[in-house]
């Protein structure tokens, strides 16, 4: 059963169409990675299922609820939470208060507070700053930090948008692994990623999206044996 489907999606940045009429959808449990060059239309994707964006035909549907015009907030409330791109953390702020930011729509605190003590033990690392500016961690703190707070809000699905950005491969292989923990635990995952390798490697599905256009669609393992993918995403 889909927990998000989308159907028909058109974007548009005043003239230039961005999304290209997409459909997709994906299942309660599932990772599923959307992949493509710079450009493609990934992140538009995700802002226009998170309420960032408004599309000009379409729908969006998350537990056969029609969120296409509803906006971010109350999205979020409904139990969609996104890792954005370049982590966006709030630089001045502490570790500890990003995320309690990301608990802004719940309301009760023990919960809150229980939440909060399980993203410190599954990112030790904010444990260890947690009074410290999020400014000055490293990049893959600050990663963990975007992951962290996204998960504050206990959502159904988390949407990531190129999560191994900028890191070193040993980060990149550390952050898969908290993306396959993450799923393992009951969140759903829609994944954007250049990274086309690790993130065929830990999907269940994948979609192709090329200039605002989905052009190939299957299961994840199907698209890492496919020549054309090798030879366009996996540098083979």
């Known amino acids: 059963m889909a927990l998000l489907e989308v159907k028909n999606l058109s974007v548009y940045y005043g003239v230039i169409q961005a999304l290209k009429g997409i459909s997709f959808h994906v299942d309660k449990g599932e990772i599923v990675a959307l992949i493509g060059a710079n450009g493609a ?10 309420g960032l964006l408004r599309p000009k035909t379409g729908e969006i549907l998350y537990h ?13 409330r409904l139990g969609m939470a996104q890792v954005p791109e370049g982590r966006r953390v709030f630089a001045d702020l502490t570790v500890e208060q990003n995320l309690r930011l990301g608990a802004y729509t719940r309301t009760d605190s023990n919960k809150t507070a229980a939440t909060l003590e399980s993203i410190y033990r599954r990112f030790p690392r904010l444990k260890e700053r947690v009074r410290q500016p999020a400014g000055t961690l490293s990049g893959g703190e600050q990663q963990m930090l975007a992951m962290g707070r996204a998960l504050m809000s206990e959502p159904d699905i988390i949407l990531m948008d190129e999560p191994s950005m900028g890191l070193s491969p040993i980060l990149v292989n550390e952050v ?36 605002g256009t989905i052009t190939m669609e299957g299961k994840a393992s199907d698209l890492l044996n496919d020549e054309n993918i090798r030879k366009a995403y996996l540098g083979e």
């Open 41 to 50: 239309g990934k992140t538009t994707t995700l802002h226009t299922i998170s």
């Open 64 to 76: 056969d609820r029609d969120i296409t015009k509803m906006p971010g907030a109350q999205i979020v």
């Open 176 to 211: 898969f692994d908290i993306i396959k923990a993450v799923h393992e635990e009951g969140t759903t995952v829609l994944l954007v990623e250049q990274n086309a390798r690790k993130a065929l490697a830990i999907a269940d599905r994948a979609y192709v999206l090329e200039t």
